[in-house]
């Protein structure tokens, strides 16, 4: 547990390009990522658990996330800017995510597309963006800003639009830097 902690931190911490400290007292996004790995792998009564869970509601309320510590998300997450972004608890996330502010990523509850998206490694999701329902999203993709993707995406894809349109195959890259190997 307190290994995997440390490696995913790493990783999160490689994506802002800056010392652990500097980065925890001037990057609300790190912050929240500290918290969130913290409550994710010490479980139960586990006093650095206890202090993540506490510490994790607090970034919640403060900043307008709201991402239950039970999400699967990868190493890597970078969290650009914070404001009203939305994780629902079944969502998957792969390594190396990028989400801006204003981001939905949330359940369907009818229809064809009911469930959770499934979101690959090196996705970019740019700020106000909606990504619901039963989909899967795969790597190296970037979701433009103002996007409403209910739809799969394959990898390498470009998406835009309210509802979305595959624009190209260029993919995230120069998007989803700083990626840990």
Do not use: E
């Amino acid at each position: 547990m307190k290994n995997r902690f440390i490696q995913v931190l790493k990783h999160d911490l490689f994506r802002y390009n800056s010392s652990f400290l500097k980065v925890f007292l001037t990057k609300p996004g790190f912050r929240f990522s500290f918290y969130f790995r913290a409550a994710q792998n010490f479980s139960g009564i586990n006093p650095i658990g206890l202090f993540g869970r506490v510490f994790l509601k607090i970034c919640k309320v403060k900043y307008g996330f709201q991402i239950p510590h039970k999400v699967k998300i990868g190493k890597g997450l970078f969290i650009g800017h914070f404001g009203n972004i939305v994780i629902n608890q079944r969502a998957s996330i792969g390594d190396n995510f990028n989400i801006a502010q204003g981001v939905t990523i949330g359940y369907i509850s009818r229809g064809k597309k009911k469930g959770y998206p499934v979101i690959g490694n090196n996705v970019w999701v740019g700020a106000n963006a909606v990504v619901v329902g039963n989909i899967k999203v795969g790597d190296n993709v970037l979701i433009a800003p103002l996007s409403f993707v209910n739809f799969d995406v394959p990898d390498n894809a470009v998406v835009s639009g309210n509802p979305a349109k595959i624009i190209n195959y260029k993919g995230s890259f120069g998007y989803v830097n700083n990626t840990f190997n």
